[in-house]
T-cell receptor, first 114, second 114 residues
Framework: AQSVAQPEDQVNVAEGNPLTVKCTYSVSGNPYLFWYVQYPNRGLQFLLKYITGDNLVKGSYGFEAEFNKSQTSFHLKKPSALVSDSALYFCAVLNSGGYQKVTFGTGTKLQVIP | EAQVTQNPRYLITVTGKKLTVTCSQNMNHEYMSWYRQDPGLGLRQIYYSMNVEVTDKGDVPEGYKVSRKEKRNFPLILESPSPNQTSLYFC?????????????FGQGTRLTVV
């Protein structure tokens, strides 16, 4: 069975500092990996995805994520955090081999402190 | 505007009273799915549909039904709701065929079963 782990329930970072939100996964075969963001009282919004190719993926709002196959990780990063980045972030994985289910992590609340 | 529309946004009901949460997308997406979001558990997939008349169980299908008679609509049916189905529900759609496309989410339906 595939799974996603987001080991931190909450990450606090000062505005202007770099941020990292961690994600590790387990899947048979090659993974498709996604990051989504959820603002209060809203649905999830797509940020970025890794399908194949470069391990560093760039997405919306200045976010990027690094795929590391040996560590089975897909950490979300941003060089300089904004207060408006404060939200709930979800990592998701699905198996590229045709298994149709998407598995989400439990979410990490990012708090950017002014 | 491309969107996934869920109705209602908020619903309070009593145990055992059948209810339907509607979901509609205007992007001609093949793949649609339902999730529930619970604190500490993240998003868990309830049911998904690869196309019209093609549906399958996700990770937590018990107590739910779905149907996909038209491509744009994917209603979630609770035949006999129970308090443990109190949750925040999201409908999502994606292009689906290649499985590596991002999902578009509705705004969510907050259901309370008393």
């Amino acid at each position: 069975a595939q799974s996603v782990a987001q080991p931190e329930d909450q990450v606090n970072v000062a505005e202007g500092n770099p941020l990292t939100v961690k994600c590790t996964y387990s899947v048979s075969g090659n993974p498709y990996l996604f990051w989504y963001v959820q603002y209060p009282n809203r649905g999830l919004q797509f940020l970025l995805k890794y399908i194949t190719g470069d391990n560093l993926v760039k997405g919306s709002y200045g976010f990027e994520a690094e795929f590391n196959k040996s560590q089975t990780s897909f950490h979300l990063k941003k060089p300089s955090a904004l207060v408006s980045d404060s939200a709930l972030y979800f990592c998701a994985v699905l198996n590229s081999g045709g298994y149709q289910k998407v598995t989400f992590g439990t979410g990490t609340k990012l708090q950017v402190i002014p | 505007e491309a969107q996934v529309t869920q109705n209602p946004r908020y619903l309070i009901t009593v145990t055992g009273k059948k209810l339907t949460v509607t979901c509609s997308q205007n992007m001609n997406h093949e793949y649609m799915s339902w999730y529930r979001q619970d604190p500490g558990l993240g998003l868990r997939q309830i049911y998904y549909s690869m196309n019209v008349e093609v549906t399958d169980k996700g990770d937590v299908p018990e107590g739910y039904k779905v149907s996909r008679k038209e491509k744009r609509n994917f209603p979630l049916i609770l035949e006999s709701p129970s308090p443990n189905q109190t949750s925040l529900y999201f409908c999502a759609s994606s292009l689906g065929r290649s499985l590596n496309t991002e999902a578009f989410f509705g705004q969510g339906t907050r259901l309370t079963v008393v």
